[in-house]
């Protein structure tokens, strides 16, 4: 029986006159029949960065579209999918700082699919989707911001212009942010 935790996949290339065998985990395999699949055309606001040695590991860029109040920056996430993916779903960190109720200013995302509403059926384009959604309908109600949540809640001009002035580089909140604004 086809042990669905592992399967060996032997590499086509030698060394030498010896074979050599790589163990790969369900996850790996669920991934390497996904990647392919993947329509990243369909998102036009995204770009996955991926080095072939180290598939396993990703980074997307995302560049909100206008509706954003992030318009005209880019956002780079790293994607990791652990071994018993799709089981489980993938780890998502966001590597720049950015002022928003749902990710949190060390790059801790809030998205539910990446918590109590993944299943099997979901997959790392989902994940893509849900992350470029984030920046169209932030959710001040499931945050990990409390800080952006709050304001958002209380006081939506305040908060677009803490959106615009973090952007910018400027202190929000004592916090300050990356300058990120292509002139």
Partial sequence: MWKLKQAKETQKTTDGDTKQEKVLE????MWKKELPQM???AIPQCKLIMDE???MNFKVIITP???SWWYGESYTFTISIPSNYNYVPPKVHCETRVYHPNIDLSGNVCLNILRKDWNPVLNVSAVIVGLNYLFLEPEPNDPLNHDAAATMRD???LFVKNVKNSVKGYAVNGEYFGRFVKK
């Avoid at 369900?26 to 395999?29: I, N, Q």
């Fill in 155 to 157: 006081n939506i001009d």
């Fill in 26 to 29: 369900s996850g790996e395999l």
């Fill in 39 to 41: 329509d990243l055309k």
């Fill in 53 to 55: 040695k180290d598939i």
């Fill in 65 to 67: 579209d206008k509706e």
